[in-house]
């Protein structure tokens, strides 16, 4: 029997199982059934002897057929030995063969250095029109766009240390073979990995008829790639790489540009994919067919209506609306006071009444251990829910999923609000890191620390934090926070708190003496953030046969003791039912 052709330039790849041992494998020149190369499972691999739920009845049957016929034999009592070479019908089916249950193969196979298999392969299926940034105004201390691009028509990327290039979709594994060969010396690991990045995106991923953009003198130039990449002489090898381009006559100050194509616009490489912002390229061109019905509408936030301030029990309609207007302008703020207030209540409900609904709310409390891998991403033990074994892996927190959810297509119109419980109960610094670089510059992104992404916070995201003022235990909040939030107050002394209790006994028909006799209370408190706020006061229970005193002797009681523990006050006599009051005229 004839051997199998080996793919061309392509090393052998390899699975580790979660026990110990790996299968080895290569890939065939010959397709399989479903349009990709076919797999060779190398005689002496190891795959795992479970058949998990999620594997497909096919590769079940295959795993059987292999076993009966000796294909696979006992190693030992969780693993088999493969006992002959396997020809598989592609590399996902070898990976489901080996671990057990379904998997990607492109993924799964990897060489000794770590690179999937993906890198190996030509281009697969890619949207029909995309939009690219490439970067032109400073190479090596030269303004390309202005000297060559616009003029010229067309546009590059230096490749002084590249070979010829004879393939015209180059795989990224050759480029990175190239890239390793000709930079050798010349570049750090991090520009070479970065640089084989942007030479695949300009030579295999785009195509005639993308759109590209490139900034110079502050100005945003767009136009249409006309041609295939070509490798010609330039002076100093800065341009050696080009596709010839239609740039449009006119540019877009870059300060006037929408908010979302200004945070894409900030990624720091050469060449950035634009396609999510793609629409707002095409509105710039003059593209978009404005008879046609409109997709999506911009991001609004809804107004403040009479029915609202009276649901939320609101003295007046222009606090609130000033609260949303604070929203408006800065996209975050923090409701202030001592407990008790409301303000984790107000918070909810105003954000879920701006936002459309409870599904565009995420809630987190803050607390004294909670970090940065809690609240944005970070490596944290996971049990794989097939091999039920534990590893660590990147996971994302409240604010990445908010984000991403956020920033999804059809979105990106619909506010969505996170909110901080006890925001300052945690080291802010810690916990934010360079998000706190964004909550400031929102129409720029940074590189994140664990997953190495560009991101920006979605202009549709907004932060209500809110913060008990009574805990003296807590530091202050840095003024780095300060000049991000809006601050809001919310004190039993003053609208909208100071008349709540009184506004909710009227609407439910009680007695107002548990309003007048918490007035009387906060009187005698001198220190503004221990006043006790009207949410104690506003439960069923209160109002049960003598609920009043068992809530002011069990909650209310115990706060002020705690407040003045040391002092030797009689707080009983102070600001107990009865001396309250006796003190009524």
């Known amino acids: ?91 996902s089916a070898a990976a489901a063969l080996v671990y057990g249950y379904d998997a990607s193969g492109p993924e799964s196979w990897r060489t000794e250095e770590g690179h999937p298999l993906a890198d190996y392969l030509s281009t697969g299926w890619r949207a029909p029109r995309k ?112 596709r010839t381009a239609a740039w449009r006559s006119g540019s877009h100050p870059y300060e006037e540009l929408p908010e979302e194509l200004q945070q894409k616009l900030s990624v720091q490489h050469d060449v950035v994919d634009l396609t999510a912002v793609l629409d707002a390229l095409d509105e710039l061109m003059g593209l978009t067919d404005h008879t046609a019905p409109v997709a999506s509408a911009e991001l609004t936030l809804p107004d403040i209506t009479d029915a609202l301030a009276a649901d939320l029990l609101v003295h007046d309609r222009a606090w609130l609306e000033e609260m949303r207007e604070l929203l408006v302008d800065e996209r975050q703020l923090v409701l202030y006071g001592p407990p008790g207030t409301g303000k984790t209540y107000l918070a909810m409900k105003l954000a879920e009444y701006l936002g459309g609904g409870p599904e565009q709310v995420k809630i987190v409390q803050f607390h004294p251990s909670y970090a940065y891998e809690d609240f944005f991403e970070g490596f944290r033990p ?40 006890e925001i300052n109960r945690a080291n802010l610094a810690k916990v934010f890191g360079e998000l706190y670089f964004l909550l400031e510059y929102r129409t720029r992104s940074v590189r994140l620390t664990y997953s190495g992404d560009d991101f920006a916070l979605p202009p549709n995201l907004f932060v209500i934090g809110t913060m008990n003022t009574a805990d003296r235990s807590i530091a202050l909040v840095d003024a780095a926070m300060r000049r991000r939030f809006a601050f809001v107050e919310l004190s039993p002394r003053v609208e909208p708190t100071a008349g ?34 009207p949410s104690y006061l506003m439960k069923p229970g209160v109002y049960r046969d003598g609920g009043l005193e068992r809530t002011w002797r069990t909650k209310i009681l115990p706060l002020l003791e705690e407040h003045h523990y040391g002092e030797g006050l009689d707080v009983a006599a102070r600001y107990g039912l009865d001396a309250l009051r006796e003190q009524r005229p």
Request: charged share 25%; net charge negative.
């Open 1 to 91: 029997m004839s051997q199998p052709e080996l793919l061309p330039g392509t090393p052998e790849f390899r699975i580790k199982l979660p026990k110990g041992g790996e299968a080895r494998g290569r890939l065939l020149a010959e397709f399989g059934g479903n349009g990709t190369h076919k797999f060779l499972l190398r005689e002496g691999s190891l795959v795992a002897a479970e058949a998990w739920p999620g594997l497909g009845d096919h590769a079940r049957r295959t795993r059987a057929e292999l076993r009966a016929s000796g294909g696979l034999v006992d190693e030992s009592a969780d693993r088999w030995r493969v006992a002959r070479d396997i020809e598989c019908n592609s590399s």
């Open 131 to 242: 939009a690219w940034l490439v970067r032109g105004s400073n190479v090596s201390g030269h303004n390309l766009v202005r000297q060559l691009w616009l003029r010229e028509g067309f546009v590059s990327l230096a490749g002084a240390h590249l070979p010829p290039l004879e393939e015209t979709d180059p795989t990224k594994s050759a480029l990175r073979r190239f890239v390793e060969d000709g930079y050798e010396g010349a570049a750090s690991y991090n520009q070479k990995r970065g640089l084989v990045d942007e030479l695949h995106a300009f030579l295999t991923q785009m195509r005639v008829g993308d759109v590209v953009a490139t900034i110079s003198d502050g100005l945003l130039h767009i136009g249409h790639l006309t041609g295939e990449a070509v490798q010609t002489a330039s002076p100093d090898g800065l341009s050696n790489l080009r």
């Open 382 to 421: 996971v049990e794989d829910p097939e091999t039920r074994e534990v590893a660590f892996r990147l996971t994302a927190g409240p604010l990445r999923e908010l984000a991403d959810l956020a920033s999804r297509e059809g979105n990106r119109h619909i506010p969505h609000f996170l909110i901080i419980d």
């Open 500 to 533: 709540l209790l009184a506004r909710w006994l009227k609407r439910e028909g009680k007695d107002l003496e548990p309003a007048r006799l918490l007035d009387a209370l906060n009187s005698r408190v001198e220190d503004a953030d221990f006043a006790i706020g």
